[in-house]
């Protein structure tokens, strides 16, 4: 069963600062893509990168698909960046299956 | 541009009451439609997809169905509803880009079964 990593669980940044969350997928795959969860649940697509690196904003996003595993930099820390951080992959199953790891809750505080 | 709508924003029922939950997306000619579940702390899970009108797969099992009667509708339902049904449901289409198949969601509905 195709799995997905997020690390760390948590994380508490001071505004300003700057953040970088991990993926890591337990095959191989051809499409990441992060996600922010506002707190209300809704999903806000935030960089679709299958590899390489992409930018947007203030977020930058690094696949290396030979090593199973995806990065995203927040720069510059705001506190509406506040919510969960979700990653998600495509495996080699059928319907375009995203399987999503359990998310990283980020907390800015002023 | 595109629009996805979901309907309703959030339910409250019985268990063993039946579900019909629903989703249009404008703007989009032909789209892949998906059905999202998250439990309440838990990972988003795909249970269905739906590549063409009137064609739907299932790909987890919890005793709900799917259907697409529109090319931008997509309909889940359940005739009785388990407790284990509640979460939040989120809807989803995506076009082949030139890098695959990006996925964009809508807002969601929060089911609670009492």
């Known amino acids: 069963e195709q799995q997905v990593q997020q690390s760390p669980a948590s994380l508490v940044l001071q505004e300003a600062e700057n953040a970088e969350l991990q993926c890591s997928f337990s095959i191989f795959t051809n499409q990441v893509q992060w996600f922010y969860q506002r707190p209300g649940g809704r999903l806000v697509s935030l960089l679709y990168?299958?590899?390489g690196t992409k930018q947007s904003g203030r977020l930058t996003s690094t696949t290396v698909i030979k090593e199973r595993r995806s990065s995203l930099h927040i720069s510059s820390s705001q506190i509406t960046d506040s919510g969960t951080y979700l990653c998600a992959m495509e495996g080699n199953s059928a319907g375009n299956k995203l399987t999503f790891g359990i998310g990283t809750r980020v907390l800015v505080r002023p | 541009a595109q629009t996805i709508h979901q309907w309703p924003v959030a339910e409250i029922k019985a268990v063993g009451s039946p579900l019909s939950l629903g989703c249009t997306i404008k703007?989009?000619?032909?789209?892949?439609l998906y059905w999202y579940w998250q439990a309440t702390g838990g990972t988003l899970q795909q249970l269905f997809y739906s590549i063409t009108v009137g064609q739907v797969e299932s790909v987890v099992q919890l005793n709900l169905s799917a259907s697409r009667p529109k090319d931008d509708q997509f309909i889940l339902s359940t005739e009785k509803l388990l407790l284990s049904h509640s979460g939040f449901y989120l809807c989803?289409?995506?076009?082949?880009?030139?890098?695959?198949?990006?996925?964009?969601f809508g807002p969601g509905t929060r089911l609670t079964v009492l």
């Open positions: 703007g989009k000619s032909s789209p892949n």
């Open positions: 989803a289409w995506s076009l082949e880009g030139d890098w695959g198949y990006e996925q964009y």
């Open positions: 990168n299958p590899s």
